[in-house]
Structures are given as C-alpha cells and as structure tokens.
C-alpha cells in the first residue's frame, strides 16, 4: 500500500494497514457541509479510532479543520472534534492557525472569516520535531547586552560565560499565513501546498510514512513524494484519487 493511493471509504482501508506504522497524518476533513463532495458522508469518529490505532507512538495527527455558520451561530465542530480526538487518547500537543490572505464570503454581521484551526494530535510526546526557522530576528547578529551570563558553581560562586551571537533567524510562530490555491483548482477545498510540506517537514523525517486518509487532490502525498517520504493516500472519488495520482506523476 506503500507510495499509493487507494479508492475506497478510509475507514475501509486504514482497517488493512498494520497497527503502529504510520509516523504523520496530514490531512483537511470535509466539515460542516461546506462543500459536498459528491454526496460522500463523513465517518469522524471511526476515522478518529483507526488514527489512534495505525499511528506510531509518538506520531503526530495534523488535523486542518474550520467551522460553518448555521443560522448566525459558528457550529464547532472543530473543537468537538478536537475534544473527542483527546477523549480517545491523544495529546493536543497544539493549536495552530492557518491564516488566509484572502476571504471567500464577506460578512455584515461579524469580521471577515481568514483562518481555520491546524490542531496537532500526538499519540503521547512527538517523536519529531524539526522546526523551521524562517521568522526574522529582531536582534539577529547581535550579542545579548541585558545583565551577565552567569553559572553557579559547585562551591557557590559565579562562572561568567560567553555571549552568544543571535541567530538571524529564529522558529516561526505557530500562526502560519499561507497564500491560497487559484480558483482553476480541480478540487473545490485543495489547500495550499507550502501547508502540507512545512507540516512534513516539522514532524517527520525522511523515510517515514505520511498518510492522508482524505486525500482528494493529493497534496499531501505530492509533498510527502518530493521530500523523501514514503506515502498512502485515500480517497472514497475515484475522481479525485485519479487528479492526486496525476499531480503526483507531475503530470497534472
């Protein structure tokens, strides 16, 4: 099943995937009946089940996820789903947003909508972490000026160390704003793919098992393929297993 992507219910087929082999989910869940997708229903708690089961202790689940608006009330879904996700065993490690450069429906009742929750799920302590050190530092190149670097000593006095030099560069926070896919997509919710790879490249290493049990156009696979991970992508469209089998070839 390894470097594939398999048409059928994810349910269905994560049951034929070995407990505890899969190092990092990254996926982006049909929510709230924002797009149809076919008419296809959403098994979340089963889902939920089979990703505690097949991940490796200390694999990550990246869950992107927003909510609807029904009848003036934002649903939560989200943090329901979120909350179930620890209720079967995992640790929100974390509570990242993915911020928008644009929004899609303005709102005359509230300020316009530009995020949705990128909810890190670990099965226990990650076992990677490699964080990506893109954000400028303020004081980059520099030699910290505030007080003495002191260490006590066994004998209680003080041991003066050197001063480090800032990094010019320091870890990004844990907003991350994304530009989004063009309106020629072929799938009505891709997200981008500087999403999915700086999530790869955060949790896993190369060599390691990426899934996306929802894959839809792929992204995640395409991105798992070009840094040396090994992937599974799933997907109940024969259409849509199709269009990611294509961007993963680099034909489309």
């Known amino acids: 099943m390894l470097n594939s992507i398999v048409c059928g219910n994810c349910v269905d087929v994560m049951k034929k995937i070995p407990d505890e082999t899969v190092d990092l989910v990254v996926t982006s869940p049909p929510y ?3 797009r149809t997708y076919n008419g296809y229903s959403f ?5 939920a ?20 608006t029904e009848k003036g009330s934002e649903t939560g879904t ?5 909350l179930h996700f620890k209720d079967i065993g995992f640790n929100l490690h974390d509570t990242m947003i993915y911020q928008k450069h644009n929004f899609s429906n303005p709102s005359r009742t509230r300020y316009h909508q530009i995020f949705e929750y990128m909810f890190i799920l670990s099965k226990g ?19 910290g000026s505030w007080g003495k670097n002191t260490v006590r000593q066994p004998d209680g006095s003080f041991k ?8 010019e560069y320091g870890m990004r926070y844990n907003i991350w704003r994304i ?4 309106k020629k997509a072929k799938h009505p919710a891709m997200f981008p793919e500087s999403l ?7 949790w896993s290493n190369e060599g390691d098992v990426v899934l996306d049990p929802m894959v839809g156009s792929g992204t995640t696979c395409k991105m798992a393929a070009k840094n040396n991970r090994a992937y599974i992508g799933i997907d109940i469209s024969e259409e849509y297993c199709e269009l990611a089998r294509e961007r993963i070839s680099g034909s489309s």
Do not use: C
């Open 49 to 68: 089940q089979q990703l505690l089961r097949v991940l490796k202790p200390g694999g990550v689940v990246v869950w992107v996820v927003g909510d609807g």
């Open 179 to 182: 530009i989004t896919h063009n």
């Open 78 to 82: 989200s943090f329901r789903q979120a």
């Open 125 to 143: 302590k990650p076992k990677t972490f490699n964080p990506i050190k893109d954000r400028k530092n303020v004081y980059g190149g520099k030699v």
């Open 196 to 202: 999915a790879e700086d999530h790869i490249l955060s």
């Open 160 to 167: 003066e160390n050197k001063r480090k030099t800032n990094s």
């Open 43 to 47: 098994d979340f708690e089963n889902i």
């Open 32 to 34: 709230d009946n924002l």
